[in-house]
């Protein structure tokens, strides 16, 4: 019996080997097809590719040149442009120049034509044949007068234009002489300039003359 027993422990022993050999083997042959199934991928890979990367490497002893520069003109800075209230500060001062002198004008349109509504009342009084000799005369004063002014107004403004102001409106009656100059603010030397002209043409006084730079 112990003989028996002996033989099939022996057999057992060699069984449990073999099998603990099997599994080996059996690890060791998926590990090569695993191997085998990556290396045929990253062949399939490679010749899909552009290939390999050749570097270039320099002779021994020998720096390697670096790639010339290419020579680009410094960019030009965009030109500043200041603006108000989003309009260009230049355009801005062209309208309001624009805008001066259109007031300018208008308001000397608007003074003759009242002068010459005032002559066309006048002569019709002056040849009405109900008017009186004494109304006549009186007519023809304020003709006069009214015809004085107006002369006076363009040779003043004439001369304020010569000394260097842009323009300027005037009005006289008598007794008043009103200038308005084109220009938003006035020095001392400016309005004394102004003020020569305007008693030396007028013969008004200095303090029936009034002075005013426009708004």
Same mark, same amino acid.
């Given at each position: 019996?112990?003989?028996?027993?002996?033989?099939?422990?022996?057999?057992?022993?060699?069984?449990?080997?073999?099998?603990?050999?099997?599994?080996?083997?059996?690890?060791?042959?998926?590990?090569?097809?695993?191997?085998?199934?990556?290396?045929?991928?990253?062949?399939?890979?490679?010749?899909?590719?552009?290939?390999?990367?050749?570097?270039?490497?320099?002779?021994?002893?020998?720096?390697?040149?670096?790639?010339?520069?290419?020579?680009?003109?410094? @960019?030009?800075?965009?030109?500043?442009? &200041?603006?108000?209230?989003?309009?260009?500060? #230049? $355009?801005?001062?062209? *309208?309001? /120049?624009?805008?001066?002198?259109?007031?300018?004008?208008?308001?000397?349109?608007?003074?003759?034509?009242?002068?010459?509504?005032? @002559?066309?009342?006048?002569?019709?009084? &002056?040849?009405?044949?109900?008017?009186?000799? #004494? $109304?006549?005369?009186? *007519?023809? /004063?304020?003709?006069?007068?009214?015809?004085?002014?107006?002369?006076?107004?363009?040779?003043?403004?004439?001369?304020?234009?010569?000394?260097?102001?842009?323009?300027?409106?005037?009005?006289?009656?008598?007794?008043?002489?009103?200038?308005?100059?084109?220009?938003? /603010?006035?020095?001392?030397?400016?309005?004394?300039?102004?003020?020569?002209?305007?008693?030396?043409?007028?013969?008004?006084?200095?303090?029936?003359?009034?002075?005013?730079?426009?708004?």
């Amino acid at each position: 019996m112990s003989m028996n027993k002996l033989i099939v422990s022996e057999g057992e022993r060699k069984m449990a080997s073999n099998k603990k050999r099997y599994w080996m083997i059996g690890g060791l042959v998926v590990l090569l097809v695993l191997t085998g199934y990556l290396n045929y991928r990253l062949n399939l890979a490679d010749e899909a590719g552009e290939g390999p990367v050749e570097e270039v490497m320099a002779p021994m002893g020998e720096p390697l040149e670096a790639p010339p520069q290419m020579e680009s003109e410094p @960019l030009a800075a965009p030109a500043m442009q &200041i603006e108000i209230d989003g309009v260009p500060y #230049e $355009q801005g001062q062209e *309208a309001m /120049a624009m805008s001066s002198a259109a007031a300018f004008a208008s308001f000397r349109v608007s003074r003759d034509s009242q002068r010459v509504d005032e @002559l066309e009342v006048l002569e019709s009084i &002056i040849a009405n044949a109900n008017t009186s000799s #004494e $109304q006549i005369d009186m *007519a023809q /004063a304020q003709k006069l007068s009214i015809v004085d002014s107006m002369e006076k107004e363009v040779t003043v403004e004439g001369l304020i234009k010569i000394i260097g102001f842009t323009d300027a409106v005037v009005t006289i009656h008598r007794g008043s002489v009103n200038v308005v100059l084109d220009k938003p /603010a006035l020095s001392e030397a400016e309005v004394a300039q102004v003020l020569d002209i305007c008693v030396r043409e007028t013969g008004e006084d200095v303090g029936n003359i009034k002075i005013m730079p426009r708004e």
